[in-house]
C-alpha cells in the first residue's frame, strides 16, 4: 500500500486532522442557537436532521462538497436511540461496498455534534481491510446526532446519520481500575480466521482516556486530559488502517474491523497517547 493511501489531503485541500481532532473541539463550535419548538424543546430529533454543530464542522471539513445521504449513501451508521451509558455508546458503522483496490472507503470520519471534541476518529483505510466496516464505543455527551462520513478512493463523500438520547458522557467518572495496566494493546479474533472473506478483527487497549471533564471524587479535583491520540494498525507490515481519535472514544478504546487474514499472518498495532505514551500490541494469526 503506498504512502498516498494514506495522505492528509482531502478533496485537494490540506487537512490538519490533529488540529480537527484537538483544535475544532478547543474552539467550542458554539455556533447559532439550536432550532427549537414551542416550549424550547429542540425539534430536530431526526436521524437525519442537521444541527448548527454539523453546519459548523461540514464547512470547516468539507467545504461545498456535496455529501450523498439516504438510499444515495454507500455507508450505514447504527446507533442506539436511547443508550444506557453515555460514556459508552456501542456505535457500528456498515459500509455498502466492499474494499478493492479499484473503489474502497479511503477515509472514514466519526463525529458526535455536542461532544467538547466532537471529532472522535478520523480513518485513513486500506483496499486490504477488504471490508471498511467499524465498531467502536463512544462518548456521548449531551442528546444529538451522531455521523459518520465515508469519503471515497474517487472522491466522493457518503454520511449517515443517527440521533441518540443520552448525556453525561463527556463527564461521567472513569473506572480507573486498570492504571497498571495502561496502553496493554490486545487482539483478538471474535470469529476465528475466515478463509473466505474478511476476517473481524478487535485491536482494543487499556487506557482511561480521561477527558479533562471528569471529577476526581477523592480530591475534588478535575482529572487532567489523557488520552489515546493514535492507534495504527498494520498487518505483514502493510497499513491496514491509521485512526486519530480523541477521548469522545470511550474508556480503553477498541476498534472492531475486518481484513482480508490468511494463516501465517501477523497484526501489529502502535499507539501514542497524549502524553507520549507509546504503546504496541501484536496477533499471529494461526
Given at each position: ?5 494514506f495522505?492528509s489531503s482531502?478533496h485537494?485541500?490540506p ?14 463550535l458554539?455556533?447559532?442557537?439550536v432550532?427549537?419548538?414551542?416550549g ?30 439516504g438510499?444515495?449513501s454507500k ?5 442506539p436511540?436511547r ?6 455508546v ?6 455498502k ?8 472507503v479511503?477515509?472514514?470520519t466519526l ?22 466496516d467499524?465498531?467502536t ?8 446526532h ?26 461521567a467518572?472513569?473506572?480507573r ?7 496493554k494493546t490486545v ?5 476465528g ?15 482511561p ?12 479535583m478535575?482529572?487532567?486530559p489523557?488520552?489515546?491520540?493514535l ?19 470511550s474508556?480503553?478504546?477498541s476498534?472492531?474491523f475486518?481484513l482480508?487474514?490468511?494463516p501465517?499472518?501477523?497484526l501489529?498495532?502502535?499507539?501514542e ?6 504503546f504496541?500490541?501484536?496477533l499471529?494469526?494461526?
Amino acid at each position: 500500500m503506498s504512502s498516498d493511501a494514506f495522505s492528509s489531503s482531502t478533496h485537494g485541500r490540506p487537512m490538519s486532522r490533529r488540529m480537527a481532532l484537538a483544535g475544532l473541539g478547543a474552539l467550542g463550535l458554539s455556533g447559532p442557537a439550536v432550532r427549537a419548538a414551542p416550549g424550547g424543546l429542540p425539534s430536530n430529533v431526526g436521524h437525519a436532521d442537521s444541527s448548527p454543530q454539523w453546519e459548523e464542522l461540514r464547512a470547516k471539513l468539507w467545504g461545498r462538497e456535496p455529501i450523498a445521504a439516504g438510499e444515495a449513501s454507500k455507508v450505514q451508521l447504527i446507533v442506539p436511540l436511547r443508550a444506557a451509558f453515555g460514556a459508552s455508546v456501542p456505535v457500528k458503522v456498515l459500509s455498502k461496498l466492499p474494499q478493492t483496490e479499484a473503489l474502497h472507503v479511503k477515509r472514514m470520519t466519526l463525529l458526535v455534534d455536542k461532544n467538547p471534541a466532537p471529532i472522535a476518529a478520523v480513518l485513513d483505510m486500506s483496499p486490504r481491510m477488504g471490508q471498511a466496516d467499524l465498531e467502536t464505543r463512544l462518548r456521548v455527551d449531551e442528546y444529538g446526532h451522531v455521523r459518520v462520513v465515508s469519503e471515497l478512493s474517487d472522491g466522493s463523500l457518503h454520511m449517515d446519520s443517527r440521533y441518540c438520547k443520552v448525556s453525561g458522557g463527556c463527564s461521567a467518572p472513569p473506572n480507573r481500575d486498570q492504571l497498571h495496566n495502561i496502553g496493554k494493546t490486545v487482539f483478538r479474533l471474535p470469529e476465528g480466521l475466515k478463509a473466505d472473506g474478511p476476517t473481524p478483527a478487535e485491536v482494543s487497549v487499556v487506557h482511561p482516556n480521561d477527558t479533562g471533564f471528569e471529577l476526581n471524587h477523592i480530591t475534588v479535583m478535575y482529572i487532567p486530559p489523557h488520552y489515546v491520540r493514535l492507534i495504527k494498525v498494520s498487518y505483514d507490515g502493510e497499513a491496514l488502517f491509521n485512526a486519530e481519535v480523541g477521548f469522545s472514544l470511550s474508556e480503553n478504546p477498541s476498534l472492531r474491523f475486518k481484513l482480508m487474514a490468511r494463516p501465517g499472518g501477523r497484526l501489529n498495532a502502535e499507539v501514542e497517547d497524549t502524553k507520549e505514551g507509546r504503546f504496541r500490541g501484536q496477533l499471529a494469526l494461526a
